[in-house]
């Protein structure tokens, strides 16, 4: 016996503007009910709740790599001091406890983002005498940025949004040069 599908489509009345936002409405209450249900929930924390396989994988493309601290706190001051006043998505109150207390949990994809918005802006001068001269290379931080997003690696929406509006202060020019 075949199965039925879970929301029929019909097609949209051709008449008046009220009829078709009856329609539009039943559509809608149909697709919100679907939507509520207890196994379309679990279906979609499990389809954005990365497993080991990925985490292994964004481990070894460096997704979950962070600079040492020095730099870290470098880069995070100059986010503050330079983007955030600009863009005041991220409360800094709320981002530098998580970020001094690392149990608490941090987002590591909004961390990676604060740090891709930071490097675009640091003027340190230890930048060229660094042991590692690419741990101020924005888009280093913008590739684990991108990594960690496209693995579906945090959930959060508020997060996600705060993540991808820094992650559009990287540019990569022309010539690879941001």
Do not use: H
Request: aromatic share 10%; charged share 25%; with cysteine.
């Amino acid at each position: 016996m075949p199965k039925k599908p879970i929301i029929q489509e019909t097609q949209p009345p051709s008449g008046t503007t009220e009829q078709l936002s009856i329609y539009l409405r039943k559509r809608r209450a149909r697709f919100q009910d679907v939507e509520s249900s207890r196994d379309v929930k679990k279906l979609k924390a499990a389809a954005v709740t990365p497993d080991d396989a990925s985490v292994a994988e964004l481990d070894q493309k460096g997704a979950l790599d962070l600079p040492d601290v020095s730099v870290r706190d470098e880069l995070v001051g100059a986010f503050f001091q330079w983007v955030d006043p600009l863009v005041p998505i991220v409360r800094k109150s709320d981002f530098l406890q998580y970020y001094q207390d690392p149990s608490k949990g941090l987002s590591l994809l909004l961390l990676q983002a604060v740090l891709a918005a930071g490097s675009t802006v640091c003027k340190s001068p230890f930048r060229k005498i660094e042991k590692e001269p690419c741990a101020y290379d924005p888009a280093i931080y913008f590739e684990r940025a991108r990594l960690l997003y496209e693995a579906n690696y945090e959930k959060d929406p508020v997060t996600l949004v705060q993540s991808l509006i820094l992650m559009g202060w990287y540019w990569e020019g022309l010539n690879g040069m941001p």
